[in-house]
């Protein structure tokens, strides 16, 4: 190939063509992999795949905005072109609200690191809310106006006017699969057109609806209702129940604002009192062990706390009541050689640590109830870690066993890409 292949010297249709397909295969990559990544159930099942996965959505959504950013100088032009087209122009409108949206949220995102948790919060919102609505009117959109469908309409227009709608571009490949078509939307093609439009749009409202639905029901619902549903449904069986303190029974921070999406890299365990134990080990003057009754009888504490996933979401206001790591740390006695406390999940999978002074932290704390109830199953019940001033994952859930250790160690999320040091911004 000898001629360079130069974009601004293309003429102004066929850009718009190039554009048109580009970023319909990158919205469809990113639809896929962003679909990938929000599915929960699959998590640990993706493993380190979920880093990389991510990192490829990042620069998909780069591309995205770089395609947006070659648009730009020609957006006038389009418009004025399609003046009388106003189907055309709602739909240019819609998908560069769409673009716009996922790219400024998908930036915040992105730099959750170096943003507070209400900036991700909204962005978040943001991209997910984009998504429902964008990807079955992109879907429609793509099937309502495949080529085929729009061959009559296109074939008489096309004596009196050039064709400039990328999409409409006729293809004149006159195989008999065509031909068929071609016959069948001959006889009355308004109305085919139209029960084809009326049917991907009904197939997709019944498809997408109730999920949407949920999601949606879920955003708005502030009061953390699904705490209820999981202490309904929970499948832990701990005897007897801890009994609340004053503070927890009142639910002193009001009841958690906002929902918990269950996160879990192995199926979720469930325990029992009679199996269930509690250790410390490692390099502590006194090993120690609890049964389920005598892990109840350590001092709790209350205390309220935000909770935030790096992801975007956050829990506020949770009332947690449980026993201080530093508490349970000096009941085992900590060996002046021991450096960091490592954090084991009875799923027998999950792992993290925090330095001595991390873990010494006033609010970081071994967890047994919930806004006044046991800790469900679902959000790591009967035990998990709470560290409120970083990012969840080093909130582990189930937790069942430390040990004081003086090498670092990498948790399950740290050797799959995450950052060790987890502080989260703008609070303090
Ligand atoms: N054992 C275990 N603990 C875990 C996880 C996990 O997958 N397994 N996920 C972590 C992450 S990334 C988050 S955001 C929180 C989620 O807590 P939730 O499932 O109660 O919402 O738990 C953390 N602790
Ligand atoms: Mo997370």
Redesign the pocket.
Known sequence: MRSKWNWFKIPYGKKLRNLHKWNAWVILILAITGGILFIPSI??DLGWIRSVLKEFHIYIGFVSILLLIMYIPYLFKHIKQLRKKTNQKINLGIVLFLIIGWSLSGVVLWQYRNLPPSWTNTALFWHDLLTWVGIPYVIYHSITRLRWLNKKRVASKKESQDVQSNDEDLNETDDDLQKRIAAWMEKSPVSRRNFIRVSVGTLLVLGIGPSFYKWMKKTFDTGGSDLTEFTAGDGNRMLPAPKPLPDSQKVIGGGSQGN??????TEIPSFSSDAWSFTITGLVGHKMTWSWEQFLKIPRKVQVSDFH?ITGWSVYSNTWEGIPLSHLLDLAGVDSKAKYVKLY?G?GV?TDALSLDQARLDDVMVAVLLDGKPIPQK??GPVRLVVPKMY??K????LQSIELIEEEHLGY?EVRGYENDAWVKGIT
């Open positions: 998590r640990g918990y999406r269950v996160y879990s890299v996933c999940s799923d999950y959000l790591g969840a994952y909130s582990v859930k189930w999320w």
